[in-house]
């Protein structure tokens, strides 16, 4: 019978139509097909049938060949690989009418799962580790990353837990760095804004920075006490950002002061009252016309605009005092004594407010006066004092944070007009040396991941990561659901609601120093602890998996076992009190890549000992079957290294491991044709009958056999029964053949009925 190789070389005109209509070729041909259907074989009935059809329609018609007749609507079917059906349909002929194929079952190619399981497991590891990788590639780091230097062993910590690399030149980066290493290893209970603050000051931080951190520090500084969208954190938010301007232009009014004290002529009057006097002595504000009353020569609506806008309503509640005798305003002036009072605005009262205003609009001139309805109601034109950024969000914040029925409605509608209305083009219309103004109107409108951003893109690389520490840490992050987004995601329903992915910005950062100061990279990737790769690993434990077989430092990271079996802390006890689970991880994905002698070690480093014993009884079973002598003599000992070292190990495991131990012992003497030996194990093991009257109980016994011992079998009676019998001929070529010595000198039974006398067999 001819294979498909040789039709191919054998096709012509003339004689493909032979061999195509031959009956004995279309019946063995189809036996085969029906029994051994694979792929390839598939491809090749389907080829074999075009090139029938085609020399069909040739020889009948002699016209051009009809495409859509010989590879169909669709072109050539390949059958899948599917599983097989129970019931095979038979096909009493392989081409139809027309010269077409037709479909034969397809048998599907036996598929170790035990194997397929290790596959999958081992592209999953591969792919967990090429995680970090993967996420630059798909979007770069806005700031070039400088290529890592391989470790050096004398820069890793081993007890005192300090860590300062010769490789690293960014000292802002380590001050920040050491900041955070102290709040993780005192395990949080070091105040960290207090940290992040003693870090921006020893870092010589100031300009836009110092200001963007001012920013960050003033909102926070706690940790929230609910959700992040909820009200409460909200009115939180407003709290603090409202204090932070306010203290904000009463240091202004100090140092315009200050710097005029001439002009000024505070004296020493103390308090919020004697400060505004002094700093509107020095004329700093455009001529107006003031309307009401005056306080030592001063406008009062002027002054207690003053008083209101930095923070202090007690102040103004004092400068009010003098207009309770007017009542166009009447309703104004009640609505800031109970502000001073309670901290927020009366429902009643702003209602009586709001129709006031609607009275006054039309006539009232004072542009204080105007501001003052604006601080309490809102959305009112107040373009006159809203002259800088701070004034301008603080219009902004003010009526939320006073209002009595604050929603979050209300908060969005100023993030948007912040994020979305004016937006980057309006508060960077210079370009991104500008970031400062954007970042703050952002951070102070509660926006911080849009804040965070922002700074990344601007090239504020380590500032940006830290900002993102802290606010995770404090529960204001909002986090992406997934590791694999974007860095930043926006919620297509509510622009203003954004998610940060805080894995990508950190992956971002370690990316230039994962190598060469495996410490410090490790305290960033212990943020990310909860974190999932898509996957579903933790990206921490696989952060630190990959860490391992990058820099092989698996003592230094993991610790190290003693003579005694004892644990050597490493470097992840300085953030887990008991690292076991991260260990096993890293354990399994060194099993996954084959590393079997160090997986052995780290499982028992994981004080998961069984693991190990299962591991090495695996690979003495494969290695047994595959005859690797030099892997063999490895694992036998490292198995009795093992035996000596392990604490806890199950019963069942221990003894499968020993007696695959025994049988690779027996495979030795087999090899080194030590047959007595050989014999004399084999006996004691009792997996092999060498009496008849064992074989029904040795039987009877093999269900008890552990499943890697079974697994053995075959090759052990193989390299048994040649040791024995090479044994014999040796014998009886170098012994002369007198019945009595050879019963003397073999190592069989003399009840063996199957050594004859004088002969091996």
Known sequence: MLNFEELLGRVDHQALNQILENPAFQRARNELAAQNFTLRSGVEQELCGIIGSTEGLWVRDNQPVQRNLIFGSKGIEVPSRSEQADDVP????????NGIAAQLPVVVDDIDTEELDEDVARVKVEADRAFFNHMLLSRPAAVPINPAHAIDRDDLPFSNGTFVNKNIADRRELIFGDKLHKYLKNQGKKNIVELMK?????SGTDGAL????????SVMHRKTVSDRDDVTTTAVLLEDACKYLQQVFADHMQTVVERNLEVAERGGIPGTLGLVNAYLKVGTEDPFTPEDDSIDGMPTWQVTYHCVRAGDMVAAADALNRLKSFPQCATLVASLNHVAKHKKLDAELKKKLKVEWRHNVGHAKDKYKRALYAALLGGLESAALADTLENWIWFKLHPLHVDPHLTPLLFQEVQKAVSIDYGEQYFMANGPSEYQYFFTALWLSGQFERAIYLLHECGQRVDSVHVAVLAHRLGYL?????????????DQNQPTKCSLNLARLIVAYTKSFELVDVPRSLDYWFLL????????TDVFEMAVSRSVYLTSQADAILGKLTVDGRREKGLIDEYLDDPSDVIFRVAHDTEVTGEWDQAVGLYLLASKPTQAAKLLAQEISETLRADNKEKIGELVHVAEQFKKVQRGCQSSDYATLSLLVDLAVLFDHCRNENADTAYTISS???LIPTEPDQVTVIVNEFHMVPQKVREVLPDTCLHLMKCLVDHCIRQSTTI????????QNSIFSPSNRYVKQGRPF
């Open 90 to 97: 038979e096909y009493e002929d392989t081409f139809a009418e």
């Open 198 to 202: 003693e870090a921006v000051e020893e």
């Open 210 to 217: 110092g200001d963007v951190w001012n920013d960050v520090t």
């Open 478 to 490: 909002r986090m992406s659901p997934k590791s694999t987004d974007e860095m930043l995601v926006v």
């Open 529 to 536: 602890k909860g974190v999932c790769t898509p996957s579903g």
């Open 684 to 686: 004691h093991l009792r």
């Open 736 to 743: 002369s053949g007198s019945n009595a010595s050879v019963a």
